[in-house]
């Protein structure tokens, strides 16, 4: 047997999974020579795009509902005239079938990709797909996937598509490690959901075990571990035991208000629709830090209505007793709205993303503040502007929602206060973070973008996912000054993006003073017992020792040196 390996990627959904590995290589399969190529096709698109649909009811009921979505739309692509006419097209020109299919898919993938909209770009990749599908079509072969999974292992593919865990049995992955994709990409994005340890973008990853061989994914650190020998095992199986045992313990802090020290601290959770607003109030979240409206603007074909909107905001506060922190719509960067029509961007993270649209889209900013101010009637609600960059940018997020109350009482219909805050996540909002605290009420920070902007790295960069720690001192120096200067003013200071989700970040998210965290809705109870369990006094040096780290992995060793003593 071979040595152990151990390869570092990227930390896509926290816990340790153990088990034999289970390779995904997809060989290509030889296409015969036929008759009809053009009916092969035709009769191999159809086959494809049945097994899609399939796919998207097994991933339906398994409660993947964006995995289904993509399988639909996948299933349609399979099925398009567009399609068989390239193919046609090419076949007449003299290739053969696989070659035609491989050239129509590219045409296809290409204008996709330069149809200026990212939610197109990413079909692109979704023409690929089906061309190897309808390819394994032609040759009568069902592509070997996650279904296949006779027993429990830890998944090491590639990549890993929506068709390759729709048909998986979750029961039967330990884990995932996946040479492509980032810590927010599609894998991620499942694996988080089920609560199943991922690794991303850890390189070399398919050619470094063989299938049957022992892996250990740790995902909390994004790290693979191929065939551990027995001391790394006992260690990783400690690891995960007392990960178990704390999930479990946890729950005893469920609806428990917790202190960090003699300060209270909320934990609140992070959603994205009405789904997860089930699980936060299931959590006993200390209400919502962060609700993401996207899901009302995005995958529509029309903006929603100001009456939709007042109600899905109702619906949130009308949970809980505690603030509901709502954010305006964060549309660009990677989540377009195709009814807007966007220009295209060369660097659209660096573009007109965030509240750098309202501008451009007034009446949908307007609609929106129209829309909160009439739901806080329901509830406490706090408003906050994503990607607010200048001071400039917070007064006219007061004057949107100043406008809209002036423009209700105009028409004698009836409205709520609300708090107005700001996500920090540029560096600048961190850097003058004491010029901006006068003109709000609140400061929640985003290290998911704070990271991507400070180490210019982009969120979705599957090459350059290592950079991507929340844990880098200067990170953490612009999440210390955006605490000191919201304390300094009297606001109230969270943080919402992923690292608070972290138990180790979040202590030093405590120590710099924050009052609230908001976190994934299944940790919220683990965040909170790690709160109450911490002596908040110890955490005054291990905090000035990370910030004068040298790296996040510094940083990191500081944490588990503290969360284990
Ligand atoms: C963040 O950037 O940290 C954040 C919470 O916002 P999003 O992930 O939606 O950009
Ligand atoms: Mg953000």
Redesign the pocket.
């Known amino acids: 047997m071979s040595e152990m390996v151990v390869i570092d990627g990227a930390a896509a959904s926290p816990g340790i999974g153990d088990g034999p590995a289970f390779v995904i290589r997809l060989e290509e399969p030889e296409i015969p020579d036929l008759d009809d190529p053009h009916g092969a096709f035709i009769a191999a698109a159809a086959t494809a795009s049945s097994q899609l649909t399939e796919l998207a009811s097994s991933a339906d009921s398994a409660g993947l509902e964006e995995a289904g979505e993509i399988l639909r739309a996948q299933a349609m692509m399979a099925d398009d005239p567009m399609l068989a006419d390239e193919v046609k097209a090419a076949l007449a020109a003299g290739l053969d079938l696989g070659d035609a299919i491989d050239g129509a898919a590219n045409q296809i993938a290409e204008s996709l990709r330069n149809a200026g909209s990212d939610y197109l770009a990413e079909r692109a990749a979704d023409v690929g797909e089906i061309a190897k599908r309808i390819r394994f079509a032609v040759a009568g072969v069902t592509p070997a996937g996650l279904d296949d999974l006779a027993e429990r292992a830890v998944v090491v593919a590639r990549s890993l598509t929506a068709a390759d865990t729709a048909g998986m049995n979750p029961e039967l992955v330990a884990g995932f490690v996946t040479e492509e994709g980032g810590p ?1 990409g599609h894998v991620a994005v499942i694996a988080r959901a089920l609560g199943i340890p991922a690794a991303v973008a850890v390189p070399g990853a398919t050619d470094a075990v063989a299938t049957g061989e022992g892996v250990i994914v740790d995902g909390s650190r994004g790290r693979a571990v191929f065939r551990p020998d027995d001391t790394t095992r006992a260690e990783y199986t400690a690891r995960a035991t007392a990960h178990e045992e704390q999930l479990a313990a946890a729950q005893l802090y469920r609806g428990q208000g917790v202190s960090f020290g003699t300060r209270a601290m909320k934990v609140a959770a ?1 959603v ?1 629709g009405p789904d997860d607003i089930q699980v936060a109030a299931a959590e006993g979240a200390d209400g919502v830090g ?1 609700f ?1 409206t ?1 899901f009302l603007f995005l995958d529509a074909d029309e903006p929603p209505s100001e009456e939709k909107q007042v109600a899905a905001y109702r619906q949130a506060l009308e949970r809980f007793s505690d603030p509901v922190v709502i ?1 305006t719509f ?1 549309i660009g ?1 990677d ?1 377009p709205a195709p009814y807007l029509k966007l220009e295209v961007e060369e660097n659209p993270f660096l573009g007109v993303r ?1 509240m750098r649209l309202y501008e451009g889209q007034w009446d949908l900013a307007v609609s929106q503040a129209r829309a909160l101010l009439r739901a806080a009637t329901s509830g406490e609600l706090w408003v906050m502007a ?1 990607m607010v960059a200048t001071v400039a940018d917070a007064a006219t997020m007061r004057d949107l929602f100043s406008g809209a109350a002036l423009a209700l009482d105009a028409e004698g219909l009836e409205h709520g206060k609300v708090k107005l805050g700001v ?1 920090v ?1 540029v560096p600048s909002a961190a850097l003058n973070a004491a010029a901006l605290a006068k003109y709000v009420d609140f400061f ?9 902007y400070t180490l210019a790295v982009d ?1 979705t960069s599957a090459p350059l996912a290592g950079y991507l720690d929340a844990a880098e001192p200067s990170v953490l120096k612009l999440c210390a000054m955006t605490a000191k200067a919201g304390s300094q003013h009297g606001l109230s200071v969270s ?5 608070a989700s972290d138990p180790g970040l979040a202590l030093l998210f405590a120590a710099m003073g924050m009052d609230k965290l ?1 976190v994934t809705a299944p940790a919220v109870n683990l965040i909170k017992k790690t709160i109450a369990e911490a002596d908040a006094a110890a955490m005054d040096p291990v905090l000035e020792a990370c910030l004068s780290a040298g790296s996040a992995g510094e940083v990191r060793t500081l944490l588990d040196r503290t969360l284990t003593s």
């Open positions: 927010t992070n994205g962060l993401r996207e954010r964060d960067g989540k965030g994503p996500m996540e929640s920070i985003g290290t998911n973008d704070l990271t991507q969120r943080v919402c993006g992923e690292a908001s």
